[in-house]
């Protein structure tokens, strides 16, 4: 007989059982997921992505990604600069930026390097498997709003927007702040947003506490985090992280060709089962989710036998708007026993389609091949 359980039914806090030396059932033990830890100082560590089952990541499970250690502020004397290109510069409290109209955007924060351990020929830096993505609800005032205040100049180009975060880059011998700009057109969408909560709480410090900048639809590298000032200028932003890193670099002996990291590449992700699982013939649900930075996903496929034929997967109702990912789901009927090779593959509403092979550059941003798990059923 088949046991069955519907995904949706299962949460991610398992109950380990101990037998004591004499033979009696102690009682349970709720065993939770934690962080896989890719680096310390500074801190980078994912989510443990198999076993999130919703659509809000909690802040202790939410990927960290630094290139400092944690910055040092004092929240009693916290404020915004918005200065530069502007007719009326603002210097605004918290309890200034309290009092205007706020929206909350669900996004997808995915880092540019996301399962850059997958590329082959591998390529430098963090060594990021498939958790360095986490979404939720983030409530802010559009930026859109605050620019508007301070009166945006003729001819404002970019907006940059400066951490409080810093350090010393070892390939420039120099110490600088986490420093990235938006172009004017992004920085007025309606929901670029400069936040101050998550999930219905204050945004947790190590995610950026007291105000983060939250870009829909562009890789993580965007929203910046312990925004310490906020400049508006008519020129072209050359920062570190802005020129250096953060760009696609397809070449591997050279930087022809270069161009910027920018909007989420079409993705998904194969939650369950896991690679390297061994499984019973039977029925099993497959899980996972999928995401893009451009329109929404219309189409998950499924292939069991490495991509010979596909299937569609099921896509949650009512998660085909906005900026987070769709879960989706296929139950397999398998009676055979084998190693089979599990794919999955998204479709979105501009035509998007994960490819075969990744774009391979030599910093390992955007991977986004076609996701693929090896399973042996017994």
């Known amino acids: 007989m088949v046991c069955r359980m519907k995904w949706a039914e299962m949460k991610y806090t398992s109950i380990m059982i101990h037998i004591n030396k004499e033979g009696t059932m102690t009682k349970p033990q ?9 680096s310390l100082l500074p801190e980078n560590q994912e989510t443990p992505i198999q076993f999130i089952n919703n659509d809000s990541v909690e802040n ?64 430098f830096g963090e060594q990021w498997e498939k958790g360095a993505i986490s979404q939720g609800k983030w409530k802010g005032v559009p930026l859109r709003t605050l620019l508007e205040l301070s009166g945006i100049g003729e001819g404002a180009k970019e907006v940059v927007v400066e951490g409080y975060d810093y350090g010393l880059r070892n390939d420039l011998d120099e110490v600088y702040t986490y420093t990235r700009s938006l172009p004017i057109e992004k920085a007025l969408h309606q929901d670029t947003i400069i936040a101050y909560e998550y999930n219905n709480q204050p945004i947790p410090f190590k995610h950026g506490n007291p105000l983060r900048l939250i870009v829909p639809q562009w890789y993580a590298m965007a929203s910046v985090k312990w925004i310490k000032q906020i400049s508006v200028i008519n020129t072209t932003f050359n920062g570190p992280f802005q020129n250096i890193d953060y760009m696609y670099y397809p070449n591997k002996d050279n930087d022809l060709n270069a161009f910027p990291v920018t909007a989420i590449n079409i993705n998904s992700t194969i939650q369950k089962p896991l690679d390297m699982e061994k499984i019973n013939t039977g029925v099993h649900l497959i899980k996972g989710i999928a995401w893009t930075g451009k329109g929404v996903i219309t189409k998950v496929e499924i292939s069991m036998d490495d991509g010979n034929t596909w299937s569609k997967a099921d896509i949650l109702p009512g998660k085909k708007v906005g900026y987070g990912w769709v879960s989706w789901s296929f139950e397999w009927k398998i009676s055979e026993k084998g190693e089979y090779t599990i794919k999955s593959r998204a479709t979105d509403s501009f035509g998007q389609i994960q490819p075969n092979l990744p774009f391979w550059n030599k910093k390992g941003y955007g991977y986004n091949a076609i996701d693929k798990i090896k399973v042996k059923v017994e």
Not at 30 to 38: D, E, M, N, S
Request: hydrophobic letters at 35%.
């Open 30 to 38: 709720k065993v939770r997921p934690y962080l896989t830890t890719r």
């Open 60 to 123: 202790q499970l939410f990927f960290r990604r630094n290139h400092f250690t944690y910055p040092t502020l004092s929240y009693s004397n916290y404020w915004l600069p918005i200065n530069g290109v502007v007719s009326a510069p603002l210097l605004l409290s918290m309890q200034d930026i309290l009092q205007y109209p706020s929206k909350t955007v669900e996004v997808v924060l995915e880092c540019s390097g996301d399962k850059r351990n997958l590329f082959e020929p591998k390529t």
